[in-house]
Every structure is written in C-alpha cells, then in structure tokens.
C-alpha cells in the first residue's frame, strides 16, 4: 500500500475515533448534567450521580451512583440511594425539547426515612417537588415509555416515642407511557408522577412495619 494511501486511512481512523470519544463524552455529559441540574432544582437538596455511561450506537447504558441528599439537619446524608440502573434513550431527542425514553429499569433502590418533630426528611423533599411550578427547572418534555422500579427497600427511623427504626421492603412499581397520558408532559409533571408512586408504594409497606410513627412520616408525604 502507498504510504500517502496508508497515511490518509491512519488520519481517518483517527478522526473516526476521535469523533466518536468526543460523540460518547457529550452524551453521558448531557445525561449527567441534565440529571444532576433537574433533580436538584426539583428537590431542593444536590442530586448527583458518579457516572453515566451510554452507547452512542443504541442508546442504551447505565447509571452509576444515583443519590439524592438529606435536608440539612437529619442523621444520614442521602434520602434515596441507587446503586446502578439501566436506561434506554433515544439519543437524537437529547438534543430537542422532547426528550424520549424508552425505558428504566431500577433494582435494589434504597429510601431512607427519618421522622422528626415536626417533620420528615421526605416531606420536606416531596414539600419542594410538589412546590416546583412546570417548566421552571426544565422546559423540555419528557417522555418514559416504561419504568420499573423492583427490590427496593426503605429504611424507617425515628426518635419520637423513643429510637425505633425498621427496613420493609417497596412494592414492585411498573408505570407506562409516562409523559403521554394527558398529551405531552414537562420533566416536572413525570418526575412529581413517580414520586407519589414511590411514596404510595413506601406508605403500604409502612403500614405493615409495626412503627407507629414511621408510618405517620410516610402518611402525611402529601398531607
């Protein structure tokens, strides 16, 4: 092969990957960032995450150390901790005001509650989603076509009454076409939806727990 032939295929192989690594960082950014910058603003408290690692080819990828921070005040640092999850996007619509994903698969997420006097680390969480108006920390739409949400767990603990504490186990959580039911819905709206199915979830398995308070800090999350 000529070497000026052979030079050229080396400069494209080198542009091709160069493209492709810039292509793969901007994705995950945008993933992160949007997470990060959203669920903040939505609760009030910093969200974070460690890593996002998405395909550029198929869009689909995972989630890496998903937390969501405590109020100022409470024991634990993080009100909702996960691991991993999965996640499937199209990727073109990260860069349009409608965003669509096609899918959310969470396994093992953790919710810690923490009943004090006279209020609750996840009330005054849900306090914030709930007082956050649409399109004030996103004016993009989002749409999730399924989510899932399995083996979670929350913690329950309380000094009230004396130092109680207690782990139930959350219902398995399977919700469709998010965003779609009432027509085109912002980031907002989607996120309040499965936040109050998460807390319904977490209030029936309280319910069973034996802590009397506990699930008093649970009941009045939308009170």
Aim: charged content about 20%; overall charge negative.
């Amino acid at each position: 092969m000529p070497k000026g032939i052979k030079y050229t295929l080396i400069g494209l192989l080198i542009i091709v990957g160069a493209g492709f690594l810039v292509l793969t960082f901007t994705i995950d950014s945008i993933v992160s960032s949007n997470i990060e910058q959203i669920g903040s603003e939505m609760t009030g408290t910093p969200v974070t995450v460690e890593n996002v690692s998405i395909s550029p080819f198929s869009g689909s990828g995972t989630i890496q150390g998903f937390r969501i921070a405590n109020p100022d005040g409470y024991s634990q640092d993080h009100a909702v901790t996960i691991e991993d999850f999965s996640i499937e996007l199209e990727l073109f619509t990260l860069f349009s005001d409608e965003i669509i994903v096609n899918e959310i698969i969470i396994s093992g997420a953790s919710v810690y509650v923490e009943q004090k006097l006279p209020e609750n680390n996840i009330r005054e969480i849900m306090s914030h989603v709930n007082s956050v108006e649409e399109g004030e920390a996103s004016d993009a739409r989002l749409i999730i076509e399924h989510f899932v949400l399995e083996n979670g767990t929350a913690d329950l603990y309380t000094e009230v009454g004396g130092e109680r504490s207690a782990r139930v186990e959350i219902s398995r959580i399977e919700l469709n076409d998010l965003g779609r039911a009432s027509g085109q819905q912002t980031a907002e709206a989607v996120i309040k939806q499965i936040a109050k199915e998460v807390a319904g979830e977490s209030l029936e398995a309280a319910a069973g727990s034996g802590v009397e308070q506990l699930q008093d800090a649970i009941r009045d999350l939308f009170n």
